[in-house]
C-alpha cells in the first residue's frame, strides 16, 4: 500500500513538473510580468474613465438639466444661497447688492453636449443675506482644490476685497468652453 502511494504521488508530481516545464518553454517570465503588470495598471486606471452621472437627474423641455435646481450642471462647484432665489438671476446679482470684485472658478461638463465650460462663480455682496429657501442653497465642490489655491476653493468669503463685507448669494456665469478638456 505504501509502494502504491508513492507511486502515485512521483507520478503526479512528474506530470506537474512535464506541465509546468512546457509552460516554462512557452511562456517566459517577462511575458508574464507584463501581463501582471498591465493588469495592475489597468485595475487602477479602471476607476478613472469617465461615467454619466446626470442619470437620475431633473431634464428639463429643452434636454438640459433645470436651473432652478442645485443639480443645474453649471453649478458643479456653486457654494451658497443661488441668487435667482433671493430677487436676482443666474448671472445677475438682486437689486440693492454687486457682484464680489473676486471670484472662483470651476470647470463644468455641460451633459447635452458634453462639453466642459469654465464657470465663473460670483458671491453678492453689500445686501442683508438673503433668506433663500433650503433647496435654493447648493454645496457643490467638485474640482474644489484647498485653500492655498484659492482661486479654486469656494469656501472664501469672496467679498473680502469689496467695500461690504457681507455676502448674499451667488452667481455662476458661463464664460465659454475650457481649452485643453
Known sequence: MKNLLTMLVKRMDQGMERGIRRAA?????????????????????????????????????????????CEYWAYCSLNGGRCDA??????????????????????????????????AYNDCCGKVECEAPEDAVCSRHEGERPGYRLGSNNDANWCMANTNLSVSCSTAVIIGLAEGR
Open 25 to 69: 518553454k512557452i511562456h517566459g517570465r517577462r511575458s508574464f510580468l507584463a501581463r501582471l503588470g498591465a493588469v495592475v495598471v489597468g485595475g487602477t486606471l479602471l476607476p478613472m474613465l469617465p461615467f454619466d452621472r446626470t442619470f437620475g437627474a431633473d431634464v428639463g423641455v429643452a434636454g438640459e438639466l433645470d436651473a432652478k435646481n
Open 86 to 119: 433671493c430677487g436676482g438671476t443666474t448671472s445677475q446679482c438682486p437689486p440693492g447688492s454687486q457682484p464680489s470684485v473676486v471670484a472662483w472658478v470651476g470647470t463644468c461638463v455641460n451633459p447635452t453636449d458634453r462639453k466642459a465650460y469654465l464657470v
